[in-house]
Each structure stands twice: as structure tokens, then as C-alpha cells.
């Protein structure tokens, strides 16, 4: 296993509700929502595409004329490679599973009696994939991977004013209170450059993925996938030792920082294309190895664009 466990959240893609809603059947509200829905609890995902370790985060949207949107993510990544970091050639396998709630206001009219609506989507993810690291030089590898990911997504949505109760339930089964199964398959490429000076490191990776969705089932007849979306970033880490022993393991601080860009239905449908994060890790090097890993390491870190912010709490490990 890497010392940064496999990058996988970026299988979870980017999407609008394309041409295949019922319009002439709905209201530009109704298909709104819909849109809404699966771009917050989809796509937000996509944003934290390169983080590669165990994770778990919660982060909001803030919007002006509405209550703010609160996320809540969970990922379990993993990677194993198929021979030794020497090797010119070194193939690897990785998966992950992922949890992702999106809790969600909408204001009622001002002659609406009663509290506003509240909506709750839920995703739960499963991916697996194939890749292979290509070593240019001792400093420099080049990565070339594909994936496939299953998602369900589902949607309840409480109706608690007048409004929403004469306009909007009557559609409940078809725009509100909805699931819907995706697959996902995403190229990705990464040029990963590291250079030690002694126990010193940089590590700098670049990478990009192509996300193409697309819905295998849905409970809706008005709910269809069929998108794609870019997502490019760049992170540069540094790892400085501490000269510290802590249960005989050597300790070490990695500050990072990382810009993504996001381009295509997940830009739109947020209306957010650029993503910053700025953390450090706290990382123990064991003499000998501790409960079968030889290097374990803590983190956090704040993310910010705009009108987004949230925070990261994360685990990573290698044998």
C-alpha cells in the first residue's frame, strides 16, 4: 500500500439532469430541484477527487437568497501495487467506498404558511480499478490508471408549507423522494515528482481525470444521466523531520497545499471551478513495523472557493 492511499473519489462524477426530464409535464422549479439534488450530492464529491487517504469531512455552500447546503463525506481508499517500488514497471490495483450526506433548506414564499421545506440525499459508492506507475527517473513517475464506480443516490424531501404542499407534493415520487443508480468510468493520468534531500522530501503530482456518468436505474421517470466532467489539480507537500521519537517511531510535519479545477457539468451545476486547500500531516517512520504498517500519518486541512468552505480530518498508512 502507497503512502498515500489510492486516489478515488474522483470516480464519484459530475452531472446535471439532461434531456431526459418531462418538461412539458413540470414546472422550472420542480426541474430545478432535481438538477440541484443531483449536482450537491454528485458532484460535490468530485471536489475532492485527489484526496488519497481515509477521510472524513464536512463542508457548506453558502447561498444568498437560501439556507446554506452542509456536506458531510466519508472515504475509504485503498491502493496495493503488483511489485516493487524499483521496478520501472510497477502495475496496482485500487478500490474505495464512500459515504456522502447533503442536508438542504428551501425558503417558502413569504405568504407560504408553515416552516420552510428540508431535504436530505444520501450516496453511498463502491470503486475498483487498474492502473500502473511508470518510473522516468529516480525523481520522477508517471501514473496512467482507469475506474469503475456503482453509486446509489437517494432523496427525501419533507414538504412543511402551504406552498410546497399544493405545488410541489403532487410530485413527489417524480422530482422529491427519488433514488438512482450510476455508474462511472474515469481515465486518470499523474506525473509524480518526489526528491529527498536526506530525510527532507518535496512531492509534487499534477494529475487529471475525465468522468463520463451515466444512470443504469432510477425510480423516476423524469431523472436520466448522461454527462461528463474534467477535473484537473496540482499539490505540492514537504515533508520536514522533527528530530522527535514518539513509540519509537521517527516523527516528521508534511505541510501541503493543492488547487483543483473543475471544468464541465460539475463547474456549472455548482458554480465553482477553482478549490483550495491548505493542511499538514503529522507522520510517525517505525523502525519496525507497527500493527503490519511501517508509516502512519495524521492531518488536517481547511478548503475554500467560492462560497464553499469546509475541513478535512485524515488517516493515511503504507506496509
Known amino acids: 500500500m502507497s503512502r498515500r492511499l489510492a486516489i478515488t473519489?474522483?470516480?464519484?462524477?459530475?452531472?446535471?439532469?439532461?434531456?431526459?426530464?418531462?418538461a412539458q409535464d413540470s414546472s422550472p422549479s420542480q426541474q430545478q430541484f432535481a438538477n440541484t439534488v443531483i449536482n450537491e450530492t454528485v458532484n460535490t464529491t468530485t471536489l475532492f477527487a485527489s484526496q488519497d487517504i481515509f477521510s472524513t469531512g464536512r463542508f457548506s455552500k453558502h447561498r444568498a437568497d437560501q439556507p446554506d447546503n452542509h456536506y458531510d463525506t466519508g472515504r475509504t481508499p485503498f491502493e496495493v501495487r503488483l511489485g516493487d517500488k524499483s521496478d520501472r514497471w510497477l502495475p496496482y490495483v485500487y478500490g474505495s467506498a464512500a459515504l456522502l450526506r447533503v442536508t438542504s433548506g428551501a425558503a417558502k414564499p413569504p405568504d407560504a404558511a408553515g416552516e420552510d421545506d428540508f431535504s436530505t440525499s444520501k450516496l453511498f459508492a463502491l470503486a475498483t480499478g487498474l492502473g500502473t506507475y511508470l518510473r522516468v527517473s529516480d525523481d520522477l513517475r508517471l501514473s496512467a490508471s482507469a475506474a469503475l464506480t456503482y453509486s446509489h443516490l437517494k432523496n427525501r424531501y419533507d414538504f412543511n408549507n402551504s406552498y410546497s404542499q399544493q405545488f410541489l407534493e403532487p410530485d413527489s415520487s417524480l422530482y422529491y423522494n427519488w433514488s438512482l443508480d450510476i455508474f462511472t468510468y474515469s481515465p486518470t493520468a499523474r506525473a509524480i515528482y518526489e526528491h529527498a534531500w536526506g530525510e527532507r522530501i518535496i512531492n509534487t503530482t499534477v494529475g487529471y481525470s475525465q468522468l463520463f456518468n451515466n444512470s443504469i436505474g432510477s425510480s423516476s421517470s423524469a431523472i436520466n444521466i448522461d454527462?461528463?466532467?474534467?477535473?484537473?489539480?496540482?499539490?505540492?507537500a514537504y515533508t520536514e523531520p522533527l528530530g522527535v521519537s514518539l513509540c519509537d517511531a521517527a516523527t516528521a510535519?508534511?505541510?501541503?497545499?493543492?488547487?483543483s479545477n473543475i471544468s464541465g457539468k460539475a463547474a456549472q451545476g455548482l458554480n465553482l471551478y477553482n478549490?483550495?486547500?491548505?493542511?499538514?500531516?503529522?507522520?510517525?517512520?517505525?523502525?519496525?513495523?507497527?500493527?503490519?504498517?511501517?508509516?502512519?500519518?495524521?492531518?488536517?486541512?481547511?478548503?475554500?472557493?467560492d462560497s464553499?468552505?469546509?475541513?478535512?480530518?485524515?488517516?493515511?498508512?503504507?506496509f
Open 308 to 318: 464553499f468552505e469546509g475541513y478535512h480530518l485524515g488517516f493515511g498508512a503504507k
Open 9 to 22: 473519489a474522483h470516480l464519484f462524477a459530475a452531472m446535471l439532469l439532461p434531456v431526459g426530464a418531462r
Open 227 to 236: 454527462s461528463s466532467t474534467g477535473l484537473l489539480w496540482s499539490r505540492i
Open 275 to 305: 478549490l483550495f486547500e491548505v493542511g499538514a500531516d503529522f507522520v510517525f517512520d517505525f523502525k519496525e513495523k507497527f500493527v503490519g504498517f511501517s508509516q502512519m500519518n495524521w492531518g488536517a486541512s481547511y478548503i475554500s472557493g
Open 253 to 259: 510535519l508534511r505541510p501541503f497545499f493543492q488547487w
